[in-house]
Nanobody, 114 residues
Framework: VQLQACGGGLVQAGGSLRLSCTAS????????MGWYRQAPGKQRELVAV???????NWKDSVKERFTISRDNTKKTVYLQMNSLKPEDTAVYYC?????????WGKGTQVTVSS
């Protein structure tokens, strides 16, 4: 199983980015998929996760600005990030719970300039 994330980049404050993460391998069902982030000098933290039924869990400070969704047929999770702020700058990691085991993608850099 591999997770491939893409969509990061450099954007000005107030701008938008869309991250996507696709799982590949012998997978028939993915329970939870989602995004975490790690800023320099800080611990990795939850951004948003979504389970196979569509229920979500969020970091409060992004809940009104970000949207998480998934396409089960494509084994892909998306994170639409709007109204980005400099404090959103971090490496964003995709995570998937597949058959009770955690898998992580390599991370994609998001940089928001002021």
């Amino acid at each position: 199983v591999q997770l491939q994330a893409c969509g990061g980049g450099l954007v000005q404050a107030g701008g938008s980015l869309r991250l996507s993460c696709t799982a590949s391998g012998s997978i028939f069902n993915i329970n939870t998929m989602g995004w975490y982030r790690q800023a320099p000098g800080k611990q990795r933290e939850l951004v948003a996760v979504i389970n196979s039924g569509g229920s979500t869990n969020w970091k409060d400070s992004v809940k009104e600005r970000f949207t998480i969704s998934r396409d089960n047929t494509k084994k892909t999770v998306y994170l639409q990030m709007n109204s980005l702020k400099p404090e959103d700058t971090a490496v964003y990691y995709c995570r998937a719970d597949i058959y009770g085991k955690d898998y992580w993608g390599k991370g994609t850099q998001v940089t928001v300039s002021s």
